[in-house]
């Protein structure tokens, strides 16, 4: 399978910070990332597919960028509603694995 | 409006079964792969199993060992996880979810059910 890791698993951000989340893989995933986000008592929502594209309804701040291995979340100006849980997932091959999360926190 | 609603989770000893359904309804089935995705209390995402639209292509993450099998009916807009042989790390939320297509490889989860929990304690 392959490994996702993600880093950090963890960050504190004050609102209208610009976070960056990043996430590789063990192998080369050409652009097949995926970034989800979930926030307590609900379902994830999918954020950033094919490693750059901004799903339908999420907000500009969002944005993927990578290919290969390496890839990064960036929230441009952090909002109160984006305090959650990020996660990576690579589509390129079977099982599709995640990344083990990163938790953004108020500061 | 896509809906997703997973049944079947319970209390469970350890060794034992459980089968797990989901019902489709506002697309058509029949055209999208779909999977199981878990998470573990105080855990993050695990990919668990996935199955191609027509349920002739299937894969498992390593942890599943050939416990599991998924399936489909698409006569019936539902998918399926049999699962055996499960464990107490087994316990999980278990997802529902709808794998969306932007080109001939790639995919993404698009929709998720809110889960059902199964639990495996002694």
């Known amino acids: 399978d392959i490994q996702m890791t993600q880093s950090p698993s963890s960050l504190s951000a004050s609102v209208g910070d610009r976070v960056t989340i990043t996430c590789r893989a063990s192998q080369t995933i050409s652009s097949y990332l995926n970034w989800y986000q979930l926030k307590p008592g609900k379902v994830p929502m999918l954020l950033i597919y094919a490693a750059s594209s901004l799903q339908r309804g999420v907000p500009s701040r969002f944005s993927g960028s990578g290919s290969g291995t390496d890839f990064t979340l960036t929230i441009s100006s952090l909002q109160p509603e984006d305090f959650a849980t990020y996660y990576c997932q690579q589509s390129y091959s079977p099982p599709h694995t995640f990344g083990q999360g990163t938790k953004v926190e108020i500061k | 409006e896509v809906q997703l609603v997973e049944s079947g989770g319970d209390v469970v000893r350890p060794g034992g079964s459980l089968r797990l359904s989901c019902a489709a309804s506002g697309f058509t089935f029949e055209d999208y792969g779909m999977s199981w995705v878990r998470q573990a209390p105080g855990k993050g995402l695990e990919y668990v199993s996935g199955?191609?639209?027509?349920?002739?292509?299937?894969d498992y993450a390593d942890f599943v060992e050939g416990r599991f099998t998924i399936s489909r009916d698409n006569a019936k807009n539902s998918l399926y996880l049999q699962m055996n042989s499960l464990r107490a790390d087994d316990t999980a939320l278990y997802h529902c979810?709808?794998?969306?297509?932007?080109?001939?490889?790639?995919?993404?989860?698009?929709?998720w059910g809110q889960g059902t929990l199964v639990t495996v304690s002694s």
């Open positions: 199955i191609n639209w027509n349920g002739g292509s299937t």
């Open positions: 979810v709808k794998r969306a297509y932007y080109d001939r490889s790639g995919s993404a989860f698009d929709f």
